[in-house]
């Protein structure tokens, strides 16, 4: 799963639907909501941990993509 958190280093963002992003606290998400979250709220950023989540997030990026 990906992690997204508020950018900013105080505040919280509420996006409705009782959706919260506390300032610095990272909240895990789809692939598929990560997309959709960080293109519609530029004050959401992806957080990558570890070096083995970032290679599990490029394997699934290529086996998603339509073969020609």
Do not use: C, N
Not at 36 to 46: A, M, N
Request: proline share 1%; aromatic share 8%; charged share 45%.
């Amino acid at each position: 799963m990906a992690k997204v958190q508020y950018k900013q280093k105080t505040g919280v963002l509420h996006i409705g639907g009782g959706r919260f992003f506390y300032a610095q606290e990272l909240v895990e998400v789809t692939a598929k909501e990560r997309d959709s979250l960080l293109e519609l709220y530029s004050d959401l950023e992806e957080v990558k941990d570890s070096k083995k989540e970032e290679q599990e997030e490029q394997k699934e990026t290529k086996s998603k993509k339509p073969k020609e």
